[in-house]
């Protein structure tokens, strides 16, 4: 598993490593995987949200990097439950994480 951000909370968390890849074997999977997409939209609200459903990934995001939408699911029944609000960081709405991207994107221009 190499997701462009995983986020593990509580005790007995993976080290940094080199690589980007998570050994399930030896960890559990992370509360919650962040995927940046500027080309990989489809694949990324697809393929990758079922195997992170798959894995027990209890939170993914998607951020779609050209369009500035962010697109949270959580984890219910094992499929995944389009929501506008973090349970894994309570307090973060996709309206906040939405507002923050367009930000960057003016500082940036």
Excluded: C
Excluded at 8 to 24: A, C, K, T
Excluded at 38 to 51: A, C, G, R, Y
Aim: hydrophobic share 40%.
């Amino acid at each position: 598993m190499a997701p462009d951000i995983a986020v593990y909370l509580g005790e007995n968390l993976p080290q940094h490593q080199q690589s980007r890849r998570i050994d399930l074997n030896q960890f559990p999977p992370p509360a919650l995987v962040v995927e940046v997409a500027e080309t990989t939209l489809d694949s990324d609200l697809d393929q990758k949200k079922h195997l992170y459903a798959e894995l027990g990934v209890r939170e993914y995001w998607v951020i779609d990097a050209q369009g500035g939408r962010v697109f949270m699911f959580t984890l219910q029944a094992q499929t995944y439950r389009r929501v506008d609000d973090s349970q894994t960081l309570p307090s973060l709405t996709t309206v906040l994480l939405q507002a923050a991207i367009a930000q960057a994107q003016v500082a940036l221009t």
